[in-house]
């Protein structure tokens, strides 16, 4: 009895997000099921099975308490009563309407239910309720001046920072029923509790776990940045790679937003070629998982770009997994990159021999001047694995330098020296100035997102 009172109060009495009361020529799980069935349509999401969340008002939690000591102080001396087992809850409010609504939802929407990524989410509030065990609790006076207006007033639940503060407000107070022993309880509340008649007020959610597509990008201009780069609301560059990626996977998924991620980054003016960098776009709360065919027309989109900024290889939907590996192989990787530099003099054969003998030089580079103002000023140590230089055809002082280095090397320092914040450079080891005219990243070495 007090279990289906308390489920016919949670059901039978309550206002869907929009505040429409539902239909009462059906059952009241009938008219809880036609709602969520309803916010999953309109959210337009595209459900093969689910999972359900249910968050009931403190309230109710405190009713069921309350009833049941009253039924313990009316009929414990009766010969039927047994304690042992009445006070023994064999179901919970919660898990009881659990039962009832998964298979009205699952017949509803012909879909089954289990630990999937698509949540939907009912939260059942009731702001008077709350409000008033607030006021019966002990040392609750901090948490109730948030509950609270400047003039003493009670908020009531129509913005987004009240809903949060009611939320809070039935954690704190569960919290604090459960730490109440029933002497205490009954001094503190009414037994048996009154009759709620203010309905409660349901929010349904949906939400999917975040999915991830990943592959390799090509950079091909000099003028646009990894991520979104703004400076006192000017941009900087053309564009980003984060945008022109992260905009198009968004929208065939139909997502609420996008979080890029890569394996390293390069300077605006830096080109990515070679095999690409690894990324993955992790796309939030999606309404369609792409299939195979619509992750390839994403790639083509993006290849066919009339602007060529950026290119794609090897788009796939990946596991959650890869985000881990990339993270954990990005110190480890080595990088392989192609500079154009000046010298000061003109380098001799010895010289070209010179730099081709170095393998896996340890080298110091103390935070470079330009990224100071940003970055915590550190000394680094860093390997050149092995460097080639090869003089330019027809220029006067002007070589191609190839160079394979360990993840994180500065290699605009590494060549000019940085004022000496990194040693040795290439400027030293050719007791020359040495500048770097442009650079690209050829490889970046690691075995996954091939």
């Known amino acids: ?14 206002l869907s997000d929009d505040g429409v009361e539902p239909l009462r020529s059906v059952s009241p799980i009938d008219n809880v099921t036609s709602i969520i069935s309803e916010a ?9 099975e689910f999972s359900l969340e249910i968050s009931l008002p403190a309230v109710i939690a405190a009713n069921d308490r309350a009833i049941r000591l009253y039924m313990k102080e009316k009929y414990g001396s009766a010969n039927w009563f047994d304690e042992k087992i009445f006070s023994q809850q064999t179901m919970s409010v919660k898990e009881a309407l659990r039962i009832l609504l998964v298979p009205s939802v699952e017949k509803q929407m012909n879909v089954k239910h289990g ?11 009731h702001d008077e309720g709350s409000q008033k065990l607030l006021r019966l609790l002990p040392n609750d006076r901090g948490r109730k001046r948030k509950t609270e207006s400047r003039d003493g007033s009670s908020k009531r639940g129509s913005t987004d920072d009240d809903k949060q503060i009611l939320s809070e407000s039935d954690a704190f107070i569960n919290k604090n029923l459960e730490g109440i022993q029933d002497q205490d309880f009954r001094s503190l509340f009414q037994l048996p509790p009154e009759k709620v008649l203010e309905p409660c007020h349901l929010v349904i959610s949906c939400q999917r776990s975040p999915i991830y597509i990943g592959g390799r ?18 941009r900087m560059g053309e564009a980003s790679v984060e945008e022109i990626i992260g905009e198009n996977v968004r ?6 937003g996008y979080k890029f991620h890569a394996a390293g980054r390069e300077d605006i003016d830096v080109r990515m070629l070679g095999s690409g960098r690894p990324f993955l776009v992790e796309v ?7 299939s195979a065919t619509e992750v390839q027309q994403i790639a083509d989109k993006i290849n066919d770009s009339e602007k060529k900024h950026v290119r794609v290889r090897n788009l796939k939907l990946v596991g959650s997994e890869i985000w881990t590996m990339m993270r954990e192989g990005e110190a480890e990787k080595q990088k392989q990159y192609a500079a154009l530099i000046w010298t000061s003099r003109p380098l001799t054969d010895d010289d070209l021999h010179n730099i081709s003998l170095i393998k896996d030089m340890e080298i110091v580079q103390k935070t470079p001047i330009r990224v100071l103002h940003r970055r915590s000023p550190l000394e680094r140590k860093r390997i050149i694995h092995w460097m080639e230089i090869a003089k330019i055809s027809g220029g006067s002082n002007y070589y191609l330098l190839h160079l394979c280095t360990q993840a994180g090397t500065y290699i605009k320092e590494f060549v000019h020296g940085d004022l000496g914040r990194t040693h040795p450079s290439v400027g030293v080891m050719l007791s020359c100035r040495a500048e770097i005219l442009q650079l690209d990243v050829t490889d970046v070495k690691m075995d996954f997102l091939q």
């Open 217 to 234: 990008y090509l950079k091909l201009s000099r003028n646009v940045s990894q991520s979104c780069w703004i400076i006192d609301d000017e």
């Open 284 to 290: 939030l709360n999606v309404r369609s998982i792409p």
């Open 115 to 125: 630990n999937n990524s698509f949540r939907i989410r009912l939260t059942y509030t």
């Open 1 to 14: 009895g007090v279990l289906l009172y308390l489920l016919w109060s949670v059901t039978a009495h309550l």
């Open 251 to 256: 929208a065939i998924c139909k997502g609420d």
């Open 40 to 48: 999953v349509q309109r959210e337009g999401h595209q459900v093969d």
